[in-house]
Each structure stands twice: as C-alpha cells, then as structure tokens.
C-alpha cells in the first residue's frame, strides 16, 4: 500500500510537466476556438440595431410629389410670366425638390446652392443656425426663389431670408416641399408650399434622419422605438 502509494505520487510528480504541457494545450485550442467563433459572428453595431428599431410609414407617395410639384412649378412661371428666375437650394435636404423644379419650370432658369446646419443628428432642432457654405454667383437683381425641403420651426428661413434681403434681389420667393405650420417658432411664410403635414418627423425625397432616408422616393414619418426615441431627444 506504502509502495503503491509512493509509486502514485512519485508517478504524479513525474507526470506533473507533461500533465501541464496538455492541459495548457487543450485551454490554447480551446480559446482559439472560441476565438474564430466569436469571430464570425456578426457583429451588431449600434447602427445596425439603430436602424433595426426605426420604422418608415409612406405619408407622401413619389406620385403625388410629382403631380403636386408640376403644379407649383406651373404657378410659378405664370406668377413670373417670361422673367428669367434664379432657383436657390438650401443643401442638403432640398435637392431633388430643386432638381423636380427646376426641370417643371418652362422658361430660363438658373440655380444655385447654400448649405445652413442647425440639426444635428437629432430629430429637435437644435434652435441654432449657421451658414456652411455661401452661394457661388451674386443674386443682385435677380428673381430668387428660395428652395427649401420643409418648413419646421422657421429659423432656418428667417436667418436665410435676411441674408437674402441685404444683397438686394429683384424679388425673393420661398418654395418648400412641406410645411410644418404648428411647429413655428417665428413668423415666416412660404410662398409656394407642396403639402402641409402635421407635427410628425419626415424622411425620404432629400429628407434625413442623421444623414439617412434621403434616397427614399417617397415622404414617410419616421417612429423611433421608444428607447432610441428618448435617447434621441
Ligand atoms: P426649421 O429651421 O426649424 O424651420 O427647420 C428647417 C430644417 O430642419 C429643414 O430644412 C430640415 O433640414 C430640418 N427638418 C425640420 N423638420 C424635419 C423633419 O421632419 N424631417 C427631417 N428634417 C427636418
Ligand atoms: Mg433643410
């Protein structure tokens, strides 16, 4: 018994680095296992579960933008019969209604772009307004229709509209898409106005949301899942 034992132990001593060498081996094997596993697993980006959790519901098809914008087009032109006009797009949003326009316009048209940044990447205006890049060309004497993609609070237009005032244009119009007009905070008016909407955040047709939806072809309300929405706020 005394023997067998001290053959056991001196078996296990013995044994002991060899029994450690597998046992480190077999752990190696086993994390990288793991490893390559974890690897292509697809990995959820908080994007991805951001885009998950929104949803877009068509409140404005690609027809009806279409018909509606031959139809301010139309009114336009007969309001500056054979004037030459100068469309301005305010950049980003406004894009292909200005690109819609411009083509339903009979007559000489020109256009020029301005970008203004007051959103961010929420769907609250930040209440702030800024200029990011100016026209190319003097709009001095010229037939100005703004285009913008829609009318919220109306900060946007009115810091536009008294830049536009100073540098002394033949007329100065406002065209925009959509018109929000519960949600104004200051008392601007557009002169051509595709739909009225009610208080709901809109995406597609040059509309965003952090910079995505614009490609959609239609207008569509966004919802955002409950947590997202609250962090979003
Ligand atoms: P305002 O200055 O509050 O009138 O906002 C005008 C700008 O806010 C628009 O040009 C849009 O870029 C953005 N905006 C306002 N409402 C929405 C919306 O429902 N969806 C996407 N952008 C919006
Ligand atoms: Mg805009």
Redesign the pocket.
């Known amino acids: 018994m005394f023997r067998l034992g001290l053959g056991s132990a001196l078996l296990a001593l013995s044994l002991t680095p060899r029994l450690r060498y597998i046992l480190r081996s077999t752990l190696r094997a086993s994390r990288m296992k793991k490893a390559k596993l974890a690897a292509k697993k697809p990995v959820t980006s908080s994007k991805e579960r951001a885009t998950r959790s929104e949803s877009v519901k068509i409140l404005i098809s690609r027809d009806r933008i279409r018909r509606r914008i031959r139809e301010v087009a139309r009114q336009i032109r007969k309001d500056f019969a054979d004037e030459p006009l100068h469309l301005v797009g ?1 950049l980003k ?1 406004a894009v292909f209604f200005l690109a819609d326009l411009a083509r339903e316009i009979p007559g000489e048209v020109s256009f020029d772009f301005i970008a203004v940044s ?2 961010g990447k929420n769907t609250h ?1 930040s209440g702030q ?1 800024r200029l990011t890049r100016d026209l190319d060309s003097s709009i001095e004497g010229k037939n100005v229709i703004v285009v ?10 009115q810091y536009l509209l008294r830049i536009f005032e100073q540098r002394n244009p033949k007329a100065l119009r406002v065209a925009v898409l959509l018109d ?1 007009p519960s949600r104004r905070l200051v008392p601007v008016r557009a002169d051509y106005i595709g739909f009225s909407i009610p208080n709901e ?3 597609g047709y040059g ?3 952090a910079e995505r939806y614009r490609n959609l072809l239609d207008v569509g309300v966004l919802t955002l899942a409950d947590a997202l929405s609250a962090s979003a706020k």
């Open positions: 305010v949003g007051s959103y205006s307004v913008e993609d829609i009318l919220d609070t109306g900060m946007t237009l929000k955040f809109v995406v509309l965003d949301y």
